[in-house]
Every structure is written in C-alpha cells, then in structure tokens.
C-alpha cells in the first residue's frame, strides 16, 4: 500500500435522529431503504440522493481504501448535510450529530481517519464555537464549509471572525461546492455538479483573494475541492486586472497570485493533463489528493490518474501524502497495510 492521503471523501450517516425541535416545516433529513447495501437520504420527504454503505461502513470503506490504494481519508459531511438553511439551534443539533457520528467513525480505525467536521456558519459565533469543539473535544483536523452561506460567498467579511479562528486554531478548513450558481441554464441530463460545481468553487476562492481574507490571514491552512474548479483559469485575469486597475490594486496588499498559491487544491479534475496544469499554475507544494468516496462523481482510481500526469518523482510524492500533511496539520505519519 502507498501512504496515499485523500482529502476529500465524504459521509452519510446510516441513521439519523428524528427530528426533536419546535419549528415548522423544517427540512430535516432522514434515510429509508433502498436496494441492496444502499439508502436513500430524504429530506423534506423527497429523494435527495440515494448513498451505498461506504457512506457509514467502515469495514467498506477500507476495503474500498485498499483498491484505490488509499491509505488515510479524511472524512466530511455530505455537502448537503451542512444545513446552513436550518435555523439555529436546528442546525446546531444536526451538526454535532454529523461530527459524533465522524467520530465514532474514526475511532473504529484511528490510523486510516481523520475528521473534517461541519460547523453552523449561519452563525458565525455558533461555528466558532464548534471548531473549538472539533478540535479539542473530537481531534478533528479541522473543519469542512461550502462554497457560499444561503448565497452569500465566504469570502464576505461577515465571516472573516471564523476564518481568523480556523488560523489562531490552526484549524484545517475544506471548501466544497454546494447548491451551485447557473443551475437554472443547465441544458440536458447532466447534473449541477458537472456543469456548474467548478464555477461555484471558484467564485468562493476568487472571493477570498479578492475580499482581501486569504491576504489578512496568510497561516489560515485552507483547500479548495475539484481542483478549485475554473480558479486555475481565472487567476491570471485576476492579476491582471490587480496590475491594471489603480482600484483594485489598492484593495488587496499582495498579488492575488501570492494568495492563491497559498492555498490548497485537490486533484479531482479527472485529467491527467488538467492535475499537471494545476501543479503548474498553482505549485507542488499545494496539489492535494481528492477522490469524492464514495459517489458516482468521484474518481474510482485517484492514484492511476496522478500517475499519468507525468510529474516528477518529487512531485508525485508532495501530491500523494506530504502536502496533506502539512494541510491537515498532522504530524509524521507511516501508512500502514
């Protein structure tokens, strides 16, 4: 087995509680039976997506590590569990819930798992709070956030005292696209996260740089999900425009180039040559594994794609374990079969 670390996977309870709270019409989730080993999530009584066992079996899940030749995942919520529309404490309650169940997870196979728990950012001070908790109570990595909060991107200063926190913590924070802009002009069968998850996390990582967080808070350890999506494209009119512009130059202290590389990338782009331009633009140093376990969307062989991407031997490396290390704040750590 390699020491490969990915960054990116995913959980689904197999269980969760009913719903205990004093409101109306909350769009609280629940699972029923599917076929075979799967499920599907409900929420507001409808099908939300249908999930396999790998989504809460251990034991599945390290088979499945063993044929992608994974050695350590780190585990977050399904983006649509983050809940950010719930009102508090709703939201609260279902997110501990998330996090103790990632826990228990974890602790079954402590040296395959390390938890990116769900934090309410619909309320900055509440997820502060269970950052806080995430990581000293779980000891948990850090933290997992979408793209935007109920439309409102997060580079927006409202949430500037989270990410403050995350970089006193030194809290890793995993950014995954959610309910993405331009659903509206998809044409045809393909769904949201094909066509519109690369713009959605871009416009959040565009929003850090130009906000002027990613430049306030240079130690905040910070990764962007599929690759940062059109980020890779889009960076160089960002400097463009900061050279060009008096306005915008004075915004921002640095290049929004110098920010952009210091954040962190998952390779989930499906391309050997798109891993290589991503290792180009934004550094070795800062290409991350990400596989999306256990969906359909996901690359089935992460390793097998970075392989073919035709880096060198140092990068592959940086790439498979040594930047996830550093991103996840975890010490020296061997693989094991």
């Not at 609260?92 to 997870?105: D, S, V, W």
């Not at 463009?240 to 640095?254: G, Q, T, V, Y």
Request: net charge negative.
């Amino acid at each position: 087995m390699t020491d490969c670390i990915d960054i990116h996977t995913h959980v689904v309870p197999e269980y969760f509680p009913p719903y205990a709270g004093k409101g109306r019409d909350v769009p609280w989730p629940s699972m029923s039976p599917a076929h075979a080993c799967h499920r599907h999530v409900m929420i507001s009584g409808k099908i939300y997506r249908t999930v396999s066992d790998g989504c809460w079996s251990v034991p599945r899940r390290i088979e499945d590590m063993g044929k992608m030749r994974v050695a350590r995942q780190a585990l977050s919520p399904m983006p649509e569990l983050l809940s950010y529309w719930l009102p508090m404490p709703d939201g609260g309650t279902l997110i501990r819930y998330l996090n103790e169940q990632i826990a228990e997870m974890a602790a079954l196979a402590p040296e395959r798992f390390v938890g990116l728990g769900a934090v309410p950012l619909q309320d900055v001070d509440a997820a502060i709070r269970e950052l806080d908790y995430l990581q000293k109570n779980l000891k948990f990595a850090g933290a997992e956030i979408a793209s935007h909060v109920n439309g409102v991107s997060i580079g927006d200063a409202r949430f500037e005292p989270f990410f403050a926190a995350a970089e006193q913590m030194d809290a890793a924070t995993f950014v995954h696209a959610l309910r993405p802009a331009g659903q509206e002009r998809i044409v045809g069968l393909f769904p949201e996260q094909a066509v519109c998850f690369p713009g959605d996390i871009a416009l959040a990582c565009a929003s850090m740089i130009t906000g002027g967080i990613g430049a306030r808070h240079p130690r905040l350890r910070i990764a962007f999900s599929h690759g940062g999506g059109a980020m890779a494209i889009l960076l160089p009119r960002l400097v463009h425009a900061w050279n060009a512009i008096p306005k915008a130059r004075e915004s921002l202290a640095e290049s929004p180039a110098t920010t952009a590389k210091r954040f962190f990338y998952d390779h989930l782009v499906f391309d050997p040559a798109a891993v290589k331009f991503l290792v180009e633009r934004f550094g070795a140093s800062q290409i991350v594994v990400g596989s999306d376990y256990p969906f359909n969307m996901g690359d089935a062989d992460p390793l097998g794609t970075l392989e073919k991407a035709g880096l060198e031997a140092a990068t592959v490396a940086a790439v498979t374990a040594g930047n996830a290390l550093r991103f996840l704040g975890l010490k020296a750590w061997e693989a094991r079969d």
